[in-house]
């Protein structure tokens, strides 16, 4: 196998893409367009929060039935994380586990998320599910996708899809 080629066939390394997850639990790659531009501003709480749900991802995420987390910090600076839930009668994503952790403790607004797959190796953004109902629940929503060494935040508006 050529050394820029990922293992099964995926695209070659270094490849810019934003990694999606489809309803069905499985990853999708998008490549990058120029509409969505530069995105926003990486700032030293977005590294944290990717840093958040990446502990999460390696200390719960063990086995068949969770597979995925994701962590979400309030403007205040509040940082709730959950995993995802797969089970034969239907699966729930880490994000909307999150914003249920969250509406417990009285919160209603959410600043940033960001989920990660594969314990952390992988940053993925919400799937075709979640994404209409974060937007519902926070239009102003900062969504962090990309490669762990090449992280974007975007609006969740700006998200494909």
């Not at 840093?51 to 403007?75: F, M, N, Y």
């Not at 586990?97 to 959410?110: K, Y």
């Amino acid at each position: 196998m050529p050394k820029n080629r990922q293992p099964g066939g995926g695209p070659p390394l270094g490849y810019r893409a934003w990694v999606l997850r489809r309803a069905d639990g499985g990853l999708q790659l998008r490549p990058t367009s120029s509409r969505w531009g530069a995105g926003m501003e990486l700032r030293d709480t977005d590294r944290a929060l990717v840093q958040a749900a990446t502990a999460v991802a390696k200390l719960r995420c063990r086995s068949r039935h969770h597979t995925g987390a994701s962590a979400a910090r309030t403007a205040d600076g509040r940082v709730f994380s959950g995993v995802n839930l797969h089970h034969d009668s239907g699966d729930t994503c880490a994000e909307l586990v999150v914003v249920g952790t969250a509406a417990t403790q009285g919160v209603t607004e959410l600043e940033t998320v960001v989920s990660v797959a594969d314990r952390g190796r992988t940053v993925v953004g919400p799937c075709d599910r979640c994404r209409p109902v974060l937007a519902a629940y926070f239009p102003a929503l900062r969504v962090i996708l990309g490669e762990p060494d090449d992280l974007r935040v975007l609006p969740i508006a700006d998200l494909p899809g």
